[in-house]
């Protein structure tokens, strides 16, 4: 219910305040950054003047349904590591075998089994946001959660324990990367570990209120 999602949503909030995010999957993502005091957008479902009032940042005041999801740009100098994406289409290519390299926040390295250059042309369009890491995003909604018999995603990826890492302008959501260009990137096998503590595992969500 409502309560039970708020209640989560505000719990994994006061963990990212407190410790750092490691990201990992079976694929070879392994990827670290730290919040600060960034803002922490909390889906929900909480359209009320109150919430509004106070907004941080323009994500604060758009209200998303079905609700279930925590947003943050991490700080961007803090993001470590690698990211190993879903074989997916780039710059209209197909690509796979992805996996970029970050260092403060930047990608450093382009490596992939095919259509590494459509990814680095891709990238280069999207100028410094292209080379950027843009936001964790994290599914809580038990709702939505992926059925263990199917691959697709409900919604846009908010089901619980679904994790999305995307690239990008991050301006809306309090960061400090400009230029408009944004993917947003699924992980449906994915580990989120905050502090010492185990909340995602392998794509299922274990701390939940």
Same mark, same amino acid.
Request: charged share 20%.
């Given at each position: 219910d409502y309560q039970k999602l708020s209640n989560s949503l505000e719990e994994f909030e006061r963990a990212l305040r407190k410790g750092g995010v490691t990201v990992t999957t079976s694929k070879g993502t392994n990827l670290t950054f730290k919040i600060g005091d960034r803002p922490v957008t909390k889906q929900d479902g909480d359209a009320s @003047?109150?919430?509004?009032q106070?907004?941080?940042?323009?994500?604060d005041r758009e209200i998303e349904l079905p609700a279930g999801a925590i947003r943050v740009a991490p700080l961007e100098e803090t993001v470590e590591?690698?990211?190993? $994406?879903?074989?997916? @289409? +780039?710059? %209209?290519?197909? =690509?796979?075998?992805?996996v970029l390299t970050f260092k403060k926040g930047q990608v450093? %390295?382009?490596n992939a089994l095919i259509g590494a250059e459509a990814v680095k042309a891709e990238l280069d369009r999207g100028g410094e946001a292209g080379h950027s890491f843009r936001e964790l995003a994290v599914g809580?909604?038990?709702?939505?959660?992926i059925p263990e018999d199917?691959? +697709?995603?409900?919604?846009?990826?908010y089901g619980a324990g679904v994790v999305r890492l995307s690239l990008g302008d991050n301006s809306e959501l309090g960061g400090k990367v400009?230029?408009?260009y944004v993917r947003w990137?699924? $992980?449906?096998?994915?580990?989120?570990? =905050?502090? %010492?503590?185990? +909340? =995602?595992? %392998?794509?299922?969500l274990l701390r939940v209120d």
């Open positions: @003047l109150a919430r509004t106070k907004a941080r940042n323009l994500i590591g690698t990211i190993a $994406f879903p074989d997916a @289409l +780039w710059d %209209n290519q197909k =690509v796979e075998g992805l450093t %390295n382009i809580f909604n038990p709702l939505l959660a199917k691959h +697709w995603i409900p919604y846009y990826g400009t230029g408009g990137n699924l $992980f449906t096998d994915a580990t989120v570990i =905050v502090g %010492n503590e185990v +909340w =995602v595992k %392998n794509g299922k």
